[in-house]
């Protein structure tokens, strides 16, 4: 094994292991930049509908873009597809 196959294998370890560590950084980011801008955009009335559903004070504008990112974040971890191969003719 030469000295750049072995670097090569020790880039793509380490590639693997960065993915593994910062995919879930990046989607916590996405999603609260996309709850703050959900919360600019109409955080009292989210609030206000939580607080409704729930019958608490609890819920704040501030808090959308920290639920949000939590949600994205474990939610990605539980994402499922379906395919249907099913083949119907029609008369």
Known sequence: MSKMEGLGWLTALVGIIGLLVF???????????GGW???VC?????ADGMN?????TRFT???IP?????????GKYFKSSQTNNNKSERS
């Open 23 to 33: 995919s879930p950084v990046i989607t916590f980011g996405f999603a609260w930049m």
């Open 37 to 39: 801008i959900l919360k």
């Open 42 to 46: 109409v955080g009292s009335a989210i």
């Open 52 to 56: 409704l559903m729930f019958n608490t």
């Open 61 to 63: 504008p501030d808090f």
């Open 66 to 74: 920290l639920a949000c990112a939590t949600l994205a974040t474990i």
